[in-house]
């Protein structure tokens, strides 16, 4: 079983910047696909960003904002959030697939990861 501590969130004023980091463990990662998701209050659960050796994937609205990096030796995420709007608002959720092939992947989608983090309110005002 794979646990995933998140944490970096919280409260900030609009242009503000905030780092999300989620620690993973609990097995061997190989080749991992790592992302973000995010849940806006009243909205579906939305695609942030997304990493894995084949590349760095985001949204189109955070790109240039938002950056993903990931720390292999300690299987853990970050996702530092530039220049923060109000409309960043939401729960982040980190999500892990431990291990992927050579083939392709769909980052943006949900099924594609096997585990998520408890999730970490970020707000920003306005």
């Known amino acids: 079983q794979v646990q995933l501590v998140e944490s970096g969130g919280g409260l900030v004023q609009a242009g503000g910047s905030l780092r999300l980091s989620c620690a993973a463990s609990?097995?061997?990662?190989?080749?991992?696909?790592m992302g973000w998701f995010r849940q806006a209050p009243g909205k579906e659960r939305a695609f942030v960003a997304a990493?894995?050796?084949?590349?760095?994937y985001y949204k189109d609205s955070v790109k240039g904002r938002f950056i993903i990096a990931l720390d292999n030796s300690k299987n853990t995420v970050f996702l530092q959030m530039n220049s923060l709007k109000a409309e960043d608002t939401a729960v982040y959720y980190c999500?892990?697939?431990?291990?992927?092939?050579?083939?392709?992947?769909?980052?943006?989608?949900?099924?594609?990861?096997?585990?998520w983090g408890q999730g970490t309110q970020v707000t920003v005002s306005s």
């Open positions: 999500a892990v697939r431990p291990e992927t092939d050579w083939g392709t992947v769909r980052p943006g989608i949900e099924s594609e990861y096997d585990y």
């Open positions: 609990g097995r061997t990662f190989s080749n991992p696909l």
């Open positions: 990493i894995r050796w084949s590349g760095l």
